[in-house]
Every structure is written in structure tokens, then in C-alpha cells.
């Protein structure tokens, strides 16, 4: 299997992913795009600031990824998260998992996304028109 992850201070893009998952065994690449939105919980929503205790967020998503490939015939584990401020409109992760059909890669790539939210150290403060909030416990 293919593990990728990095932390960017600038935008992502996913055909700076397409070569790592490139795999010619695989039929189903499944990709999640989190962006930005204008709004949360009946706020309006001008921008996010991403923190992570970056070298331990990797570690973290090495394991997911050891777990992923235990559980799912899979061929790659692509994740790609901002870091620092992201606008509304711009995309704060992109994650990817490539397998020989679509159900295993799918469900893979739900999994990955919910143990990101869980358990990897990446913190998230929101920003509103009427002040600034963690989303996620505070670093």
C-alpha cells in the first residue's frame, strides 16, 4: 500500500495527488474535498485557522493508514490538510483512497475522515462575524 500525508500552508490540489495514487490495479479512486462554508451553527463564517502538533499528525495518520489497509483491500491512502488560515470557498482537506472497487474504497475513505476528526492533532478555530471559536479542543 501507498500512504501519503502532508500539512500545507498553501492551497491543495488533487492532481498534485492523482500521481501518488496512481496504481494501475486500481478500478476505484475514491476522493473527499472539505471546503470551507460561509456558515455554522447560524453564524456566518469568514475563515478557519488550522494548528497541528505536525510531526506526531503524521505518526497519527500512518497508523490510520496501517489500520486501513488491515481492514480494506486497499492500494493507497492519500491525505492532504491545510494548515494556517483557509477562506471561505477553499478547500481545507483532500483525502483519497484507491482500491480495486468502489465499496472497499468508499467505506475506507469514510473511516480515514472520521478518525482524522477523532484522533489526529490538528485543531481547528473558527472565525465569525461576531468573534472566533475551537471547533476542536484547543491545542
Known amino acids: 500500500m501507498n ?3 502532508k500539512l500545507l500552508h498553501t492551497a491543495l490540489s488533487v492532481d498534485a495527488i492523482r500521481p501518488v495514487m496512481a496504481n494501475d490495479a486500481s478500478g476505484a479512486h475514491v476522493v473527499f474535498i472539505g471546503t470551507v462554508r460561509n456558515h455554522n ?3 456566518s463564517v469568514t475563515h478557519l485557522e488550522f494548528e497541528a502538533y505536525e510531526s506526531m499528525a503524521i ?3 500512518e497508523r490510520i493508514a496501517e489500520k486501513l489497509k488491515a481492514r ?3 492500494h493507497a491512502v492519500v491525505l492532504h490538510h491545510r494548515l494556517g488560515r483557509v477562506d471561505v470557498g477553499q478547500d481545507a482537506v483532500i483525502a ?3 482500491a480495486a472497487h468502489r465499496q472497499a474504497a468508499f467505506e475506507a475513505c469514510e473511516v480515514l475522515m472520521h478518525e482524522l476528526k477523532q484522533t489526529v492533532p490538528i485543531w481547528k478555530k473558527e472565525y465569525t462575524l461576531s ?3 475551537w ?3 484547543t491545542p
Request: glycine share 10%; aromatic share 10%; hydrophobic share 40%.
Open 41 to 43: 451553527r447560524g453564524e
Open 59 to 61: 505518526k497519527e495518520l
Open 96 to 98: 483519497v483512497v484507491s
Open 72 to 74: 480494506f483491500p486497499i
Open 3 to 5: 500512504p501519503s500525508f
Open 135 to 137: 471547533v476542536t479542543p
Open 131 to 133: 468573534g472566533e471559536v
